[in-house]
């Protein structure tokens, strides 16, 4: 149980445009979905963390108006890179905290690999 | 603000081997300890989580310790195989987040 399904798993973009990538608690409900992204070789860096059915909460010096966080419902939380440069490319990541009564600590989607040429 | 530092960066050993990957935090105040494997480009995979008020947990030929007082913990992981290539990250847990160590890359040579 506990399962976070993360779409897509790769994705290749052009400079300008916009990606979205999809995070979904598949058996249970998650009110909150941290996001984190990862350079290479380098440890995860939480970007924000979205709360269902309100505003997302930045890490400093990440771009709120670059980096949109919807999380509209309790099982699906979305992060679109908005004009995507190179410098954007990386290894995004979302998590949610496992339910509490079973496994505690926090589950993760698979990543999503992005390159933009 | 919290700060979690993983020693060594990088470990080879030969496959049978025993091994120990160190963790260290520097504020006690957590709520449990969760240590990650990450195959690359992939997700994490979680392998064990150490409750706050638990010293250690086990399961199959890994064992994690942790010891608040002093802001560490260990991966023990015991004869290692190829497939144990990967790097493994810890992460402790505060109030609202998760704080991640840079990780031990661990390369097991067959």
């Known amino acids: 149980g506990a399962v976070v399904s993360q779409h897509p798993s790769w994705v290749i973009c052009k400079s300008g445009t916009s990606v979205k990538i999809e995070c979904r608690s598949l058996d249970f409900q998650a009110t909150t979905m941290f996001w984190y992204r990862q350079f290479p070789k380098q440890s995860l860096m939480l970007m924000a963390t979205?709360?269902?059915?309100?505003?997302?909460?930045?890490e400093q010096g990440v771009e709120k108006d670059k980096f949109l966080i919807n999380h509209a419902s309790l099982t699906l939380s979305t992060l679109t890179v908005t004009s995507a440069h190179p410098e954007d490319s990386s290894f995004y990541i979302c998590?949610?905290?496992?339910?509490?009564?079973?496994?505690?600590?926090?589950?993760f989607g698979s990543g999503t690999r992005l390159t933009v040429v | 603000k919290q700060e979690v530092t993983q020693i060594p960066a990088a470990l080879s050993v030969p496959e049978g081997e025993n091994l120990v990957l160190n963790c260290s935090f520097t504020?006690?105040?957590?709520?449990?300890l969760q240590w990650f494997r990450q195959d690359p480009g992939k997700g994490l995979t979680s392998l064990l989580l150490i409750q706050s008020s638990q010293r250690e947990q086990t399961s199959g030929r890994l064992n994690a310790s942790l010891d608040k007082s002093s802001g560490r913990s260990t991966l023990y992981i015991a004869a290692s195989q190829p497939g144990d290539s990967a790097t493994y990250l810890c992460?402790?847990?505060?109030?609202?987040?998760?704080?991640f160590g840079t990780g031990t890359r661990l390369t097991v040579i067959p």
């Open positions: 992460a402790v847990t505060g109030a609202n987040n998760l704080f």
């Open positions: 998590s949610a905290p496992a339910p509490a009564g079973g496994n505690y600590g926090y589950t």
């Open positions: 979205s709360n269902e059915g309100s505003k997302a909460t930045y």
């Open positions: 504020d006690s105040a957590i709520y449990n």
